[in-house]
């Protein structure tokens, strides 16, 4: 029974991905500053500037590189800011698969060359989290194909 609940629990957690721009989960800063964009590039220019740990709301769009994500704020409406210093959590996690088949690690969240792969029960440590994307060491994994495991 505890399980099932925990199986819940995660498929509710990650029920925002592809959902609808209110559905998706608030992303908080993890760098001392974090720039806000006009477009998806570091030559763009600045037009806001973010705290540490402030809460920001992802629009649901990534860049073609999947390397930043669109963020709601500034004068446009809109800004861009790197997924390297955003996150849904704060806490370092275990997850694993039951997924018969291997399931990739990308180099981004959902694009990038292959890194490795995961095994059905391997477990791996997931750092970070911005839309369903989970990072661990190798790279980035679709967190609808795992389950966190029980502290």
């Known amino acids: 029974m505890k399980r099932a609940l925990t199986v819940l629990l995660i498929l509710s957690l990650f029920a925002g991905v ?12 993890t760098a001392h500053q974090l720039n806000g964009r006009v477009r998806p590039s570091k030559k763009s ?9 402030d809460s920001l709301s992802p629009t649901g769009k990534w860049s073609a590189d999947h390397k ?6 500034g004068e446009n409406g809109t800004v861009w800011c790197s997924v390297e210093y955003l996150s849904e959590r704060d806490d370092v996690f275990t997850v694993y698969s039951l997924n018969p088949g291997k ?37 980035w994994v679709d967190l609808s194909y795992f389950i966190e495991e029980e502290q």
């Open 18 to 29: 592809g959902a609808a721009e209110e559905d998706l989960n608030a992303v908080h800063v």
């Open 45 to 53: 220019m600045v037009e806001l500037v973010f705290d540490h740990n």
């Open 68 to 73: 930043w994500v669109e963020i709601i704020g």
């Open 103 to 139: 399931i990739r690690i990308r180099s981004q969240p959902g694009a990038g060359k292959v890194t490795g792969s995961v095994k059905k029960e391997q477990r791996i440590e997931i750092t970070q989290v911005v839309m369903g994307y989970g990072r661990c060491k190798r790279g």
